[in-house]
Structure formats: structure tokens, C-alpha cells
Antibody, heavy 123, light 108 residues
Framework: EVQLVESGGGLVQPGGSLRLSCAAS????????MSWVRQAPGKGLEWVSA????????YYADSVKGRFTISRDNSKNTLYLQMNSLRAGDTAVYYC????????????????WGQGTLVTVSS | EIVLTQSPATLSLSPGERATLSCRAS??????LAWYQQKPGQAPRLLIY???NRATGIPARFSGSGSGTDFTLTISSLEPEDFAVYYC??????????FGGGTKVEIK
């Protein structure tokens, strides 16, 4: 059974930093492209970032480029999101998700999701 | 960036009725469109991929159609558990991966 468990959310002041983690199990983690998606309170889904299976290729939404860094440790089956220079607009539930096997046909399809972790940016 | 526009924003229907949800892309995305269902306090769940393919375990009352720029999600007969928010998402041209704004299906 595929499981994705996020952690690391919490309350942080504007300008602060936070690192999210996503522990994966039940599948060959290193074979999958992984992604972060966020959802502000009462709002829709916003794609944040993605990373290739090997970790050598990364993608970011313009809204977080230069502030957030996605990474992964395939030896620990864990995905990370380092968030710096946080703003009130970054307040959201952050989900990690699989988006297909590397070099597979379904890259970009969100097939498995974690339960999310809430990040609140406020003074 | 490909923009996805969903309509209507809210659909008020009774159990047993048919629901028709629309998603329009700002440019052609072939059939690279997916639909997700989200219930309060839960993560989204994949329903339909590549416009018309049901994901594993999704009931047959859910169907998708369309290609190019216009897509439809149909729920043939609403069950109580189907009242939720539905999002479309494209993977034709990314980054960025983009979602529509969502359609809330509520009980009339």
C-alpha cells in the first residue's frame, strides 16, 4: 500500500523558514517523480514544485522560485521542501504527491497524495 | 501557462440526479486532462485520467469526455458520498502543472 506522510508544518513568522518532509512507503520511491501541491484555506489547489526520481531535475512555480527548494533522499525514501523567506500568502496545507514513474507515460498525473501538513505564516 | 476554467463554480443537485461539470483549457491539451475529487479535510483523489480513463477503484457512474480544450466530467446518478469539490488538472505542457478553480457539488 502506497503511503505518503508529511510532517514539519507549523506556525512561522513572515520572513522565516521551515522544512517540510514527506516519508514514502509501499512503492519504489527512487523510480517516481515527486511533487508538492498546496491549498490555501478555502481555496483551490496550486502546484508548487516537482523533482525527478534521481533528484537531478527540479521544477518550481513562479510564486516560489528562488525561495523554496525541493530535494529528496532516496536512501531514506523521503521528499523535502525547504521554504525560506516565507510570506503570509504561503499559508496553506502542503501535500506531497507522486506524479508518475520517471520517463513513464503518466508523468504529471497526481496518483497518490499524502494527508497534508499545515503551514501558517503569521506574526 | 495553460489556464483551466471550470464551470459552474457550484452545482446544487439532489441525490440520484445527473451532474455535468465542465473544464475548459486556454489552449489545446490533447487528452492530457485529469479529474480529482476532494472532500472536506481530505486530500484530493484521482478519479479520471487522460480525459476518459477511470482510475483504479472509481465507480462506473463517473465518466469523463473531451479533447483539445473542452472537457466534461459526468456523474450519472449522484450518491450521498459524491458531494464534494472536483478539480481538473492538465499535464500536457508543464511546468507549471495547473489545476482548475474547482466545482463544488452540493446537496440541493
Amino acid at each position: 500500500e502506497v503511503q505518503l506522510v508529511e510532517s514539519g508544518g507549523g506556525l512561522v513568522q513572515p520572513g522565516g523558514s521551515l522544512r517540510l518532509s514527506c516519508a514514502a512507503s509501499g512503492f519504489t520511491f527512487s523510480s517516481y517523480v515527486m511533487s508538492w501541491v498546496r491549498q490555501a484555506p478555502g481555496k483551490g489547489l496550486e502546484w508548487v514544485s516537482a523533482i525527478s526520481g534521481s533528484g537531478d531535475i527540479t521544477y518550481y512555480a513562479d510564486s516560489v522560485k528562488g525561495r523554496f527548494t525541493i530535494s529528496r533522499d532516496n536512501s531514506k525514501n523521503t521528499l523535502y521542501l525547504q521554504m525560506n523567506s516565507l510570506r503570509a500568502g504561503d499559508t496553506a496545507v502542503y501535500y506531497c504527491a507522486t506524479i508518475g514513474e520517471s520517463s513513464g507515460y503518466y508523468v504529471g498525473l497526481f496518483d497518490y497524495w499524502g494527508q497534508g501538513t499545515l503551514v501558517t505564516v503569521s506574526s | 501557462e495553460i489556464v483551466l476554467t471550470q464551470s459552474p463554480a457550484t452545482l446544487s443537485l439532489s441525490p440520484g440526479e445527473r451532474a455535468t461539470l465542465s473544464c475548459r483549457a486556454s489552449q489545446s491539451i490533447s487528452r492530457y486532462l485529469a479529474w480529482y475529487q476532494q472532500k472536506p479535510g481530505q486530500a484530493p483523489r484521482l478519479l479520471i485520467y487522460d480525459a476518459s480513463n477511470r482510475a483504479t477503484g472509481i465507480p462506473a457512474r463517473f465518466s469523463g469526455s473531451g479533447s483539445g480544450t473542452d472537457f466534461t466530467l459526468t456523474i450519472s446518478s449522484l450518491e450521498p458520498e459524491d458531494f464534494a469539490v472536483y478539480y481538473c488538472q492538465q499535464r500536457s505542457n508543464w511546468p507549471p502543472l495547473t489545476f482548475g478553480g474547482g466545482t463544488k457539488v452540493e446537496i440541493k
